[in-house]
């Protein structure tokens, strides 16, 4: 095979990172397996690191090819502004994270950072709904602040 070019590499790494196996690899790109497995370890290459995202894409196919089309057009609807909402969340939080490298040297408040991080966060569970442990710290957290204002207001209340 001719020299490997970069979108054979790019190959190479994604589907090492799928789990596949180096002579799968090899027939799939030309890259000598050993050549492979060198640049793997060479470059931190992580096996496998794909394959629950691929074993929960495939269920989730299975499972959309039993819709109708009246239904699978309202989930893809969905599917695709619960996208839109979690990209824009993480594009601004990765915005503040670059804008608080660039500060971290000078005199400034972190607190303003931590303000417009604490309103992402808020704007991520208005878009896209508390997830089942927020929901159970939320409701923990809840209770402890009632069983302190009890003890607070009645000391002898057991």
Same mark, same amino acid.
């Given at each position: 095979m001719a020299k490997a070019t970069i979108a054979d590499w790019e190959k190479a790494k994604a589907l090492f990172e799928a789990g596949k196996s180096l002579s799968d690899i090899n027939k799939d790109t030309g890259i000598d397996r050993a050549t492979v497995s060198?640049?793997?370890?060479k470059d931190g290459w992580e096996k496998? =690191?794909?394959?629950q995202l691929i074993a929960d894409g495939s269920r989730v196919k299975a499972e959309i090819s039993t819709l109708s089309s009246t239904v699978l057009n309202v989930v893809e609807k969905e599917i695709e502004e619960r996208t839109k909402h979690i990209t824009f969340l993480n594009n601004l939080t990765l915005k503040n994270l670059s804008v608080? #490298?660039?500060k971290v040297n000078a005199d400034f408040e972190m607190v303003e950072h931590k303000i417009f991080q604490e309103t992402v966060n808020k704007a991520s569970e208005l878009l896209l709904g508390k997830e089942p442990a927020t929901v159970i710290n939320n409701t923990n957290a809840q209770?402890? =602040? #009632? #069983? =302190?204002?009890?003890? =607070?207001?009645?000391?002898?209340?057991?």
């Open positions: 060198k640049r793997a370890k496998g =690191i794909y394959q608080m #490298s660039k209770q402890n =602040i #009632s #069983s =302190i204002r009890r003890e =607070i207001i009645d000391p002898t209340h057991d």
